[in-house]
Each structure stands twice: as C-alpha cells, then as structure tokens.
C-alpha cells in the first residue's frame, strides 16, 4: 500500500517543525518554514497540529523523514553487500570458461618453453594475461620467456607486474634477481633473492640459496675491485712520475744503463737531449748507431755500474762523439719513410 499524498506532506511538515523547534536555523529562517508549513497544510487540507495523528494512522507507523531515510540507507548498504558476496561465492559460468581457456594457453607457453620456442612461449602468455590480467603466474612465466631470449628489460617488467600483482609470490622475486644479475646489477638481484628466502622461510631449496649466495659473491667481488682499482690507479701514476725524464722527456738513464742517471741534472746534455727528440729521425739513427760494437760496450760499460764520467771525458771518446753527430748536427727534415700513400692513389 502507498502512502496518500496527504501523508507524505504531513511528514514534510513534520520535519519542518522539528528543524524549528531545536532551533536549527536563524530566526529569520524559521519564519519562512513556518510560512512554508502553513501552506503546505492548507494546500493538502490538514490542520498543522494534527500532523501527529495523521502519521500514526499512516504506514509509515509514527516514523519521521530522519528516521526513515537513515533506514533506507542502511538497508542499500546491506543489499550492496550481500550482491557483492555472491559475486565471490557463484561464480558465473561463463568466468569459469575464461579462466580455463586462459590456463589452456599459459599451459602451452610452458610446452614452447620446454621446447626452446622462447617466442611462441612469449605469444601464449600474452594472450593468457589479455584474458586474465590479474594474475601473477602469467606475468612471471613470461619473464622467464624474456630472460631466454636474453631480454633482460622486459623480464625486469614482467617480474615486477608479478609482484605488484602478488608480493607473497616468490616466483615474481626469483625472475627479478635473475634479470637484474644479467644486467650486471648484482645488489640489485641479491635483494630481489633474499625476498625469495624471506617468503619462503624453512621451504627454501637449495637453488634459491644457491642463487642468493651467487648474487652475494658478486656483489662482494665488486666491493672489492672498488676498492682495488684506486689503489692501482695510485700506484701506477707513482711509477710513472719516476720513471719520466726531466721535462717530460723519456728517462734516457733506464734506457742507456743506471750509471748514467746523474747525467740528467747536466744542462748541457739535456738541452742535446732536447733537440734530439724534436727530430723524427732520432730513434731510427739510434737504433742504428746501437749496432757499433763500441758504442755498444760503452752502454753497457755504464750499466755495470762503472761509474758516471764527466761530460768532457764522454765526448773525447771517438765513438760518442760521432753519435753525437749524427744525432744532434743532422737535417732537421722530418724522415718520410713508411709515409702512407695517398689514399686517392690509383
């Protein structure tokens, strides 16, 4: 039975009256609800103060418009909830088919797999995560596809899907550290593989600690070279401040025997020294004057430690003194043999 068009107005001026009586609004307010009530009484026939009596006899049972919407909400509320539950409880048929066929197709991305096929491996599991994009089985499967391929990026994304989808899923963590470990990323990877020891716990196989130790070993490896390398770098340019000549020349001591060390502070040599290095003849005409028999023994008169002579003593030896000039008193034509060609030769 519906409520009479007089019932319904007798609950609006009900509530009107409520409003007024607790002081709800200004008086200015009230003076126009008590306007408002006074004609909606008038225009539905009813006296104001037998609104009481009208709604006792109504089917709204004495109830007022606060009470009844407040009613009416919760009950929306309960009905939304039981519709909810049953979504989870019975599942449409329909549902149940699309979760098979999306189970079919991962089931045939593992068979690839099995069978090397990498990229049909990847097509199957695309096509189950177009059907059923919520699962985190898929996502990882097809992480593996991509690390097989050596795909190293896109696994990192599949992997991390999964474990957006599931955090609880160890498998999503275990794709990740091995996509991370490829990519040369082995802190990256050790933490990836600690979650899979920290959700597994007591069931953790002996391939995921072997996996963790891996990653661990790399990532102390990479400490450690860290640490090596600056101290390689430290000692080489130690090596190479002494072993350079004044200058920045070579050290022509090491190079013609130890007892010529002292001769490097001798300005007049080095000024020769000089000269001969700006000519690009100078190591060829070395290397000639080298095969004398007598410059020889002298060279290695002065590597046996024979002692350091002095500048005039070296140059009235014959045999220095005619290296010296072919050393220092030549052309200062750059030499042009083993020039390349023109390369527009024909």
Same mark, same amino acid.
């Given at each position: ?35 408002? /009530? ?200 130690? =090596? ?38 700006? =000519? ?34 070296? /140059?009235? =030896? ?23 060609? =023109?390369?527009?030769?024909?």
């Amino acid at each position: 039975m519906s409520a009479s068009k007089e019932e319904i107005a007798a609950l609006i001026v009900n509530y009107f009256s409520s409003i007024v009586e607790k002081k709800e609004i200004s008086e200015d307010s009230a003076d126009s609800l008590n306007v408002a /009530m006074d004609c909606i009484s008038e225009a539905f026939g009813f006296e104001r103060e037998a609104v009481s009596d009208i709604l006792e006899r109504s089917e709204f049972k004495g109830q007022n418009l606060t009470d009844m919407l407040n009613s009416a909400s919760k009950a929306s509320e309960s009905n939304k909830k039981d519709d909810a539950e049953n979504v989870e409880v019975n599942i449409p048929e329909d549902d149940a088919e699309t979760k098979a066929e999306a189970e079919d197709l991962k089931m045939q991305g593992n068979k690839a797999m099995a069978n090397k096929d990498y990229e049909l491996a990847i097509n199957k599991y695309t096509e189950a995560i177009k059907i059923l994009p919520t699962n985190a089985i898929y996502y990882a499967n097809r992480a593996a596809a991509h690390s097989s391929l050596k795909e190293y990026e896109e696994a990192v994304k599949d992997a991390e899907s999964a474990i957006s989808i599931d955090p609880s899923y160890f498998r999503g963590y275990s794709r990740l550290g091995f996509a991370k470990y490829a990519q040369g990323k082995p802190e990256e990877a050790l933490e990836a593989y600690k979650k899979v020891l920290d959700i597994e716990g007591d069931n953790a196989t002996e391939a995921m600690k072997r996996d963790y130790e891996s990653a661990k070993k790399k990532v102390e490896q990479s400490l450690n070279l860290e640490k090596t390398v600056p101290e390689q770098s430290r000692d080489a340019d130690a =090596n190479a401040s002494q072993g350079a000549g004044v200058g920045g020349l070579p050290d022509l001591g090491s190079l013609l025997g130890g007892g010529l060390g002292g001769l490097m502070n001798n300005p007049q040599l080095m000024q020769a020294a000089q000269k001969m290095m700006s =000519n690009p003849g100078a190591m060829q005409n070395i290397q000639k004057m080298m095969q004398d028999p007598s410059i020889r023994q002298m060279a290695e008169g002065f590597a046996s430690g024979g002692g350091t002579p002095n500048l005039s003593d070296l /140059m009235s =030896n014959p045999a220095l003194r005619n290296m010296a000039g072919n050393l220092f008193g030549g052309s200062d034509t750059p030499s042009t043999e083993g020039a390349p060609d =023109n390369e527009n030769k024909q």
